[in-house]
């Protein structure tokens, strides 16, 4: 079967992963995806989770408590713009899942300007083979101008470096998801 967009970015970040490896969710919302990555780097692994609202974090933490995971967690409450401020290490995954929080203020949703230098710090923090997802939601205001942007940026990514993959289902009616996932190459070939 085709996989959804979701479910395919899960597993192929949950295929990057080993235990005691550093991963990223620059959007924590309710933590699902801060659990499937806490989950695939093991107990000497660490995640680092970004989100501007409190509610997101607190969420989060409480989806982490349920399966005893949080202590392979930073929440991180500050926006995913200032990355590189609270991660030094190398990572081998990074999930964006722009937009608002499901559940929450539809009014909070990612930029532009935001997003494109959360993008680009996240690329230098990737480690040779790591993976970042990017999952895009042109269908709410402002969201074609986001979707629009992030393609343009990663389409223009150098081939020699990064391997880029387009994810979309081209025939569904009003604005689907989008999913980008990039690669790091290895030593660049
Ligand atoms: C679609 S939700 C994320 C869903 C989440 N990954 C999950 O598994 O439940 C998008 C989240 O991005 C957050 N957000 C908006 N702007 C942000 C920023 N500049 N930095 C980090 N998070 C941001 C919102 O607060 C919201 O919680």
């Given at each position: ?10 597993q192929?970040?949950?295929?990057s ?13 309710n933590?699902?995806?801060?659990l ?8 000497k ?7 501007i ?15 005893n ?13 200032n ?11 990074i999930?964006?899942?722009f ?6 203020d539809?009014g909070?949703?990612?930029k532009?300007?935001?997003?494109i230098?959360?993008i ?6 990737l ?8 999952m895009?939601?042109?269908g709410h ?8 942007g ?8 150098n ?13 569904l009616q009003?604005?689907?998801p989008q ?11």
């Amino acid at each position: 079967m085709i996989k959804r967009s979701l479910e395919f970015a899960r597993q192929l970040i949950l295929d990057s992963l080993q235990d005691g490896d550093v991963a990223i969710d620059g959007t924590a919302g309710n933590g699902n995806d801060t659990l499937l990555l806490a989950k695939g780097v093991g107990d000497k692994g660490k995640v680092f989770a970004f989100d501007i609202q409190k509610e997101a974090l607190e969420n989060t933490y409480q989806r982490l408590i349920k399966h005893n995971l949080e202590h392979r967690v930073v929440l991180v409450n500050t926006g995913h713009e200032n990355i590189k401020e609270h991660v030094t290490d190398k990572v081998s995954a990074i999930m964006f899942n722009f937009g608002y929080l499901p559940g929450g203020d539809h009014g909070i949703v990612t930029k532009l300007e935001s997003t494109i230098p959360a993008i680009e710090q996240g690329l230098e923090l990737l480690k040779e083979n790591g993976v970042m997802s990017l999952m895009l939601y042109p269908g709410h205001y402002g969201g074609k101008w986001e979707t629009d942007g992030v393609l343009t940026l990663v389409k223009n990514l150098n081939q020699k470096m990064y391997t880029v993959l387009h994810y979309n289902f081209i025939n569904l009616q009003n604005f689907p998801p989008q999913l980008l996932v990039i690669q790091k190459k290895k030593n660049g070939i």
